[in-house]
């Protein structure tokens, strides 16, 4: 069965501090892998997307890497703000399917 | 604003009732997604449509029905409902029939409440 595994559950940091959230996925076979931040009563909002072959990708403070071998991915907040307050969705997407397997997220709160 | 519209954007109804939710995709998108999230499920995929046909299901029950219209705004009907129906409910559009890598953007969600 596919499952996308995230961790921590929730994260509190001060403002300023860096954080690395945690995806671990079962999905086979693997196609890609999108981060999402999705603010308190709003849509999600892709952050970035990675291929089997990419291990790396960085959107300004956002940086994400995978793992294809251990089927991790991180994504590192770097510098954080008070508007980085949001939940962290990892989906992944399994090759020759439409459909996406989400995880729970992992709710980040930023704090002055 | 992902240029997705999603009305209405609260809505309260009791048990055993049946509600529609409509979607605007942005201009230029074909295809369109559903996705209910709960707080005790996270995200969950529901349906995709692309230019008006069903492409992919995903967890949906047999109580709720979607279509994709000729103007390609999208309507999910959620009948005989209960209060474990109550969740926010996102639709989400592309450019074109999804390949993985095309970019969803999701709309600002429709909260429904069952009483």
């Known amino acids: 069965k596919n499952q996308v595994e995230q961790s921590p559950q929730s994260l509190i940091i001060l403002e300023g501090k860096n954080c690395t959230l945690q995806?671990?996925?079962?999905?086979?076979?693997?196609?890609?892998l999108r981060w999402y931040k999705q603010d308190t009563g709003r849509g999600p909002v892709s952050l970035t997307i990675m291929t089997f072959s990419e291990n790396t990708k960085s959107n300004g403070r956002y940086t994400a890497t995978l793992d294809a071998d251990t089927k991790q991915s991180s994504l590192h907040i770097t510098a954080s703000q008070l508007s980085d307050s949001a939940s962290y969705i990892c989906v992944v997407r399994p090759g020759g399917s439409y459909i996406p397997t989400f995880g729970r997220g992992t709710s980040l709160i930023v704090h002055p | 604003d992902s240029g997705v519209t999603q009305t209405p954007k609260h809505l309260i109804t009791a048990t055993g009732q049946r509600v529609t939710l409509r979607c605007s995709p942005r201009?230029?998108?074909?295809?369109v997604y559903w996705y209910q999230q709960s707080l005790d499920q996270g995200l969950q995929f529901l349906i995709q449509y692309y230019n008006g046909e069903e492409r992919a299901k995903g967890n949906i029950l047999e109580r709720f029905s979607a279509q994709q219209f000729p103007d390609l705004h999208s309507e999910l009907n959620l009948s005989s409902l209960e209060l474990g129906d109550s969740a926010l409910y996102f639709c989400?559009?592309?450019?074109?029939?999804?390949?993985?890598?095309?970019?969803?953007?999701f709309g600002p969600g429709t909260r429904l409440t069952v009483l």
């Open positions: 989400a559009s592309s450019v074109v029939e999804d390949r993985s890598y095309n970019e969803q953007f």
């Open positions: 995806c671990n996925y079962t999905v086979s076979p693997f196609s890609n």
């Open positions: 201009s230029g998108d074909l295809s």
